[in-house]
């Protein structure tokens, strides 16, 4: 199995533009002062959802209808949010039911987009896991089609973001990118390798999250008894096969972040650039904090803030009354 390639992505990229405008990769003064680097930061909290995840509904979609036409009785999927809200807005959009499970004390803003995107809510399951295991069963007793939080299409899908960047900062010399189930990852390996691109590519996940830094140290799948962690996007148990497999192969280096930096990257993007940052999007920052710390330096690097769907709560425990 190969990634996604230019022609793919291209592909991708053109299906996408019907519904959205790429989205600004900014380098912003009072950052750059403050990590004392060049760092451009990929906005895709800007995006219709506020998260990355869009880009890979709308192309699977498109995917989606060109196999099977008016056969489609309905999609349902499993998330913690932002792959949720990106299937609602695709199916929406086709006119296509959305059937979305979610675990108990799943964020509830997400929630809340979910159902205002038109999607049916199902609550299931102490954690991601259980959500998707369920819907498997949902979607095998009642003919549905499961949208799997890893494809190849929401890959090529998402791998447009990367292509975006990449084709603009040529002299790019590191990206840091969340991992999740893996798409954003494997989607910039994907740019990476379609342009022909030097970047390093380094993956970041919570250290409270880690089944990937396991796996591939493993050389197999190593799954985690739980995936406690203020970034619900990271917040996998079980890594992904296939997923694992490009990133072993692909990836730089993989870096693990605790909560606490991770709240004060999501702190960093609110006084530095009044950007609101999701756990999982302001993982990234924190890794390249972590790694210039240690006295690593870079001309020019990249962070994916993948996406704003914060709370309220968090966001009020994050910033606090003197922010």
Known sequence: ??????????????????????????????????????TWVKHENHNPTGAFKVRGGLY??????????SAIQGVCAATRGNHGQSIAFAASRRGIRSIIVVPEANNSDKNAA????????????????????????????????????????????VATYAFEMLSELKSLQRIYVPIGMGSGACGVLAAKQALDHGVEVIGVVSSHADTYVRSIAAGTVVETVSAETIADGLAVRKADPTALSFLQEGLAGIVSVTDDEIQNAMRDYFQCTHNLAEGA???????????????????????VLSGANVSAEVLNGVLGPGT
């Not at 990634?3 to 003064?29: C, G, H, N, V």
């Not at 924190?286 to 020019?300: M, P």
């Open 1 to 38: 199995m190969k990634l996604p390639d230019k022609e793919e992505i291209t592909s991708a990229a053109q299906e996408i533009y019907r519904f959205m405008q790429p989205s600004a990769q900014i380098t912003w003064p009072l950052l750059n002062e403050r990590l004392n680097t060049q």
């Open 60 to 69: 699977y979609f498109a995917r989606l209808e060109q196999e099977q036409g």
């Open 114 to 157: 979910m159902r205002a995107l038109g999607a049916e809510l199902i609550v299931h399951g102490s954690d991601f896991d259980e959500a998707a295991a369920y819907c498997k069963a949902l979607a095998e007793k009642e003919g549905y089609h499961m949208i799997p939080s890893y494809h190849r299409h929401l890959v090529a899908g």
């Open 281 to 303: 999007g302001a993982a990234p920052l924190a890794a390249l904090v972590q790694d210039l710390q240690k006295g690593s330096r870079w001309d020019s690097v990249g962070v």
